[in-house]
């Protein structure tokens, strides 16, 4: 009787340490599966750590024509592609970048701590009704450059937010990803101006009708951060088409060397990814379109990296 007990026991024990290590190989699996995530404790912004590599930066000619075939755009907007060209290959090191863009909730309480000055749209101090978790916008790259000083971060390079928002090679020599979630255009997947519109603009007459419509009072139509999560990067960053442009680091210089003393305008800072008010050619993760440094509108936020 008491054998049969001690059996009984040990093979419960048995099944229990299988059950275990049945949990415990799960656990492992999702871990892997997971982005590496940090919490930066000034601002309390969830940051996913992108393992460097190396990449085509920028576009090929015959990857534009594509582009334009598969999004409807007209010929002559090719002209706006220009400066995405020639493609070369850059490296990244290992960084941290925002999974969000910096929300106006966040902007606060930099705004509060700093005693720094309000975008003019809020209502005094306050942000928006509602509004908390939405990108904070009407920030000039100033401004912006002062929150991620405070936050101890600072704005992403071009490569750095490039990389983030395409993804890796999908084998060597291949281009990434054009949007976050992929190659081809689909309105629905991020805040842009033709999911606003309902239908595609392919033309500046198109678009303008859009702009000054009934809807013109509500703006800016940004989007709570994260609500679009099939628009995610493949390393899971959020928001990166769409939504609000983000300021980058650098003075906008041609390609391949970035040298802020050939730039046009050194007054012009890099912006990326497109807002609520833009069609897919800036909603492509290879468009660049800078503005000046101290401009303010409200389209343009951002989002901070910090090194591991
Ligand atoms: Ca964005």
Known sequence: MLSRMTTLVVLAVLMLNVL???????????????PATAENAKDGAEMILITGGSFLMGTAPAEIDEQFRDTGLPED???????????????????????????NEQYKAFMDATDHRPPPH???????ADKGNHPVVEVSWDDADAYCRWAGTRLPTEAQWEYAARGAEPAEGEPSRVFPWGNSWDRTLSN???????????????????????????????????????????????????????????????????????ADDKKLRARRGGSWANVALHIRSVDRQGAPQDDLNIYTGFRCVKLP
Not at 22 to 34: G, R, Y
Not at 77 to 101: C, G, M, N, S
């Open 20 to 34: 275990l290590v049945f949990v415990c190989s799960v656990h492992a699996e999702e871990k892997q599966n997971k």
């Open 77 to 103: 907007w090719k002209k706006h592609a220009l400066d995405e060209q020639p493609r070369h290959r850059r490296t990244v090191e290992p960084f941290y970048i925002y999974k969000y863009e910096v929300t």
């Open 122 to 128: 809020w209502k005094g101090k306050d942000y928006p």
């Open 192 to 262: 842009n101006a033709s999911l606003h519109a309902g239908k595609e603009l392919q033309n500046a007459a198109d678009w303008k009708e859009w702009y000054e419509s009934d809807q013109k009072s509500k703006f800016p139509l940004t989007s709570r951060v994260g609500s679009f999560p099939k628009s995610v990067s493949p390393f899971g960053v959020q928001d990166m088409a769409g939504n609000a442009w983000e300021w980058c680091a650098e003075v906008q210089a041609p390609y391949p060397e970035q040298n802020a003393e050939e």
